[in-house]
């Protein structure tokens, strides 16, 4: 039997996280906290645990009390993240941990309970309680990205295609040079993935949001800074866990493209990846069939299943391609204006 509990521990939840192979550092109990902080929405951890006398979780699940003006009232695990879904021993737990979650969204009133799943699902839909009730929709527009990596930078720099060698020995060519560190590197950061933000059309998030992750050391933080000249131009933002190099984040100056300083960005990300000894590296989602993921896919990524399983009361629906994160009269603001304004409107945007 599965006894199912509400909010256990920061140590208990954590140790889960690192121990199921599944979990991402998007299921760190500081990555759900910094969230939840920032943008002042409620969080529910809801974990899996056997009966039989074991004090240790089975499965784990961190959920969001979405409530975007206008919208459904949704439970999402979790915003502004690509997959915080069910991590569990198995299947027989994930679903279980499904109908709790759907009988959690029941008590807080919300009308959808969307599950960002990567990989296989670790529930079984069938075997929800009141099938009469939900229905059950999968999405998978986006798809993950990540690539295994060697043991040492010689031999990555050896797999990499002659022109994306050839492209970072440019950027190097043009003046531009990487540095590594925390929190100190933050303002660099923002003002890169700010501006580029704005190009793209898309809202910016709250520069503390970055602050606040850069503070959890449980996350291995770190920034990735490209400068050409004394000018930052390229910038990401990296978590490690269970041997995997995670990038949320990354953005490059559309203006200083000529000189390759995203080629830079990336080759340092992953010659950081394997300097840790990590065995894989995540360039986060992608749309299928965009430039982003060709970017990515010649790095050697591949494509992983990645799934938002929407599940809806009857007779609502709700669809993730409602939401946006481009919109073209965003390009026209000026700067300052971007950083401003932008934080409020993508608070309320859970892609």
């Given at each position: 039997m599965t006894e199912i509990l509400l909010n256990p521990g920061h140590d208990a939840w954590d140790d889960y996280a690192v121990k199921n192979s599944s979990a991402t550092f998007s299921h760190r109990f500081d990555w759900g906290e910094s969230l939840a902080a920032v943008y002042r929405i409620p969080i529910f951890r809801v974990a899996a645990k056997?009966?039989?006398?074991?004090?240790?979780?089975?499965?784990?699940?961190?959920?969001?009390?979405?409530?975007?003006?206008?919208?459904?009232?949704?439970?999402?695990?979790l915003p502004y993240t690509d997959a915080a879904g069910i991590a569990a021993d198995d299947t027989e737990t994930g679903t279980r941990l499904l109908t709790a979650a759907l009988d959690l969204a029941i008590e807080l009133g919300a009308v959808h309970v969307e599950l960002r799943q990567a990989g296989s699902p670790a529930f079984q839909v069938p075997a929800i309680d009141s099938p009469g009730l939900w229905n059950h929709t999968p999405h998978s527009f986006k798809t993950g990205l990540r690539r295994p990596l060697p043991e040492s930078s010689a031999a990555l720099w050896s797999l990499l295609p002659a022109k994306v060698r050839n492209q970072v020995r440019k950027a190097r060519a043009c003046g531009c040079t990487v540095a590594i560190g925390g929190p100190e590197w933050v303002d660099d950061f923002y003002a890169v993935f700010s501006e580029n933000?704005?190009?793209?059309?898309?809202?910016?998030?709250?520069?503390?949001?970055?602050?606040?992750?850069?503070d959890m050391h449980t996350l291995g933080p770190r920034?990735?800074?490209?400068?050409?000249?004394?000018?930052?131009?390229?910038?990401a933002i990296v978590f490690t866990h269970n041997a995997t190099l995670y990038n949320p984040w990354a953005s490059s100056l559309r203006r200083c493209r000529p000189s390759c300083p995203n080629m830079l960005l990336y080759w340092a990300m992953l010659e950081l990846a394997v300097e840790y000894g990590c065995r894989w590296f995540d360039f986060g989602r992608s749309s299928p069939d965009a430039a982003a993921c060709r970017f990515k896919c010649q790095w050697g990524a591949a494509m992983q299943p990645l799934t938002w399983h929407v599940f809806s009361r009857q007779p609502h629906?709700?669809?993730?391609?409602?939401e946006s994160l481009v919109d073209e009269n965003w390009k026209t603001l000026d700067l300052s204006t971007s950083r401003q304004n932008g934080p409020a409107r993508r608070r309320w945007i859970s892609l």
């Open positions: 056997r009966r039989s006398g074991d004090t240790s979780l089975a499965g784990i699940i961190p959920l969001m009390l979405f409530a975007a003006p206008s919208r459904d009232l949704r439970l999402v695990s933000m704005r190009d793209l059309g898309s809202p910016v998030h709250e520069p503390e949001l970055f602050r606040t992750v850069l920034v990735v800074v490209v400068f050409l000249a004394t000018k930052p131009v390229a910038a629906r709700w669809d993730p391609h409602s």
